[in-house]
């Protein structure tokens, strides 16, 4: 059992380093810094976990990817794969990350209706939490 206890030692701890690394580079706000505006065709929609994402195209040809919620959270709020479909266009608002096309979305208007807004448990949206705003 001695001779073990090294290969269950480095096996647990590796196992550690890669969760944690996962971990970290997954979860916040923090490297989404600027407040960003957009109108996009949505060409994909991956409503899955970890975080249900879209991805669409600008005007110049871009292709951007838009974070949202997780899922379970998303659903419970109303928005579905129904909400919004591909080749319709979106106007969001959120956050920009500083070296990728990708924003971190408060808000979704499809047309003139707002039908998304990242929300937390309890029913708090990031812009409360982040922005200091009630509202989109």
């Given at each position: 059992m001695k001779r073990?206890?090294?290969i269950i030692f480095f096996t647990i701890m590796f196992m550690g380093l890669l969760?944690?690394?996962?971990?970290?580079?997954?979860?916040g706000w923090s490297y989404y810094k600027?407040?960003?505006r957009l109108t996009l065709i949505v060409t994909e929609l991956k409503l899955r976990n970890?975080?249900?994402?879209?991805i669409g195209m600008d005007s110049d040809g871009r292709t951007w990817?838009?974070?949202?919620?997780?899922?379970?959270?998303?659903?419970?709020?109303?928005?579905?794969?129904?909400?919004i479909l591909v080749d319709q266009e979106i106007h969001i608002f959120g956050r920009k990350h500083p070296e990728k096309l990708e924003?971190?979305?408060?808000?979704?208007?499809k047309g003139?209706?707002?039908?998304?807004t990242?929300?937390?448990?309890?029913?708090?949206?990031?812009?409360?939490?982040?922005?200091?705003?009630q509202d989109c």
């Amino acid at each position: 059992m001695k001779r073990f206890l090294p290969i269950i030692f480095f096996t647990i701890m590796f196992m550690g380093l890669l969760t944690s690394r996962y971990s970290f580079a997954h979860h916040g706000w923090s490297y989404y810094k600027d407040d960003f505006r957009l109108t996009l065709i949505v060409t994909e929609l991956k409503l899955r976990n970890p975080h249900d994402q879209i991805i669409g195209m600008d005007s110049d040809g871009r292709t951007w990817n838009l974070v949202l919620a997780p899922p379970a959270r998303n659903r419970r709020y109303g928005f579905d794969e129904n909400t919004i479909l591909v080749d319709q266009e979106i106007h969001i608002f959120g956050r920009k990350h500083p070296e990728k096309l990708e924003i971190k979305v408060h808000c979704l208007y499809k047309g003139d209706s707002l039908v998304y807004t990242y929300r937390y448990y309890f029913g708090r949206t990031s812009l409360q939490r982040y922005g200091g705003q009630q509202d989109c």
